[in-house]
């Protein structure tokens, strides 16, 4: 896979450094503040009807793409994060449910994040059936999201914890482009021009998963929840795994901080019309969130 560029990317010492100064803040102000004056309307995470998360993460991603041509020309794999670093950076996260009766929950989730960068390479690169020459600057964008919509049932459930099964649909919706002059293939042969060539996929995976909620009082829980699906189907074939473990502490139905550690991965060869490839994509790492339960 490529590597070779004019560039210098962050350490993982120092990623590390970022994510434990995360949970150090986020603990102190759990610590702070003044738990008996904010008690007095919390119902708790195994009773509330309704629950909304929103927050933000520091994420490590580790993401290689292929994009083939249209003819056949197989693309060079692109190590993203290697190559072009993490450029400009945008994350969001939101999770809910709604529980309608008393075992059975509907949830939903959007995730969204998207990262731009440029870099000059020292070798030619295959991508979508254009070659950029080496020692030509090339512009990349990577925009990813997820929506879920999922039913949970649980089959356990007791006064301080409860275990549910569900199974879900998840919309996966991501893009990657370069721009750059490259060397373009045509019917009067090749040129060399300035183009962009984009590669989008817009698949719905089907997951199964697994729940476990624990309440450490009434105002304090834990989260654990894993979810998996493998599918091979028509222009895809692949798996989405997403494990995640949460810490929340929601004194009052307006206020609630929480902190958690998330790995969502999913692994595709797509040969659609508007992508044919292959991509490799994960994301891990600390997160902090605002929620409201009601």
Known sequence: MLASLHGSHS????????????????????????VPALCDDARGALGDA???????????????????????????????ERNFGDGDVNRFRF?????????????ALVFSSSRSASRTFDENLEWG???????????????????ELAYEYAFI???????????????????????GNATATGTAGTAEERIERTGS???????????????????????????FFSLSYGDYDGNIQDYRALFNWQPKSWLG????????????????NNFKGTMDWSYQGPMIFYSVSF
Do not use: C
Not at 129 to 147: C, H, L, M, Q
Not at 164 to 179: K, M
Not at 257 to 272: E, M
């Open 50 to 80: 309704f629950y909304i998360a929103v927050g933000t993460f520091i994420v490590d991603t580790d993401t290689t793409l292929r994009l083939d041509g249209n003819a056949g020309q197989q693309g060079v794999p692109i190590d993203w």
């Open 157 to 179: 459930r007791r006064e301080s914890y409860e275990l549910a099964a569900s199974i879900g649909l998840h919309y996966l919706d991501f893009e990657a482009r370069l721009a």
């Open 257 to 272: 901080i929480g902190v958690g550690y998330d790995r969502f991965a999913v692994d595709l060869d797509v040969d659609g």
């Open 11 to 34: 350490h993982p010492r120092f990623r590390h450094i970022r994510w434990s100064r995360l949970w150090r803040t986020a603990v102190a102000a759990l610590a702070l503040l003044p």
């Open 201 to 227: 996929v817009g698949a719905p995976l089907p997951v199964f998963g697994l729940r476990g909620t624990w309440m450490l009082s009434q105002t304090v829980s834990i989260d654990v929840s894993g979810q």
């Open 95 to 107: 999770d809910g449910f709604w529980r309608f009766a008393d075992r059975h929950k509907l949830r």
């Open 129 to 147: 059936g254009d070659t950029f020459p080496a020692n030509g600057t090339i512009e990349g964008k990577i925009k990813f999201s997820i929506y």
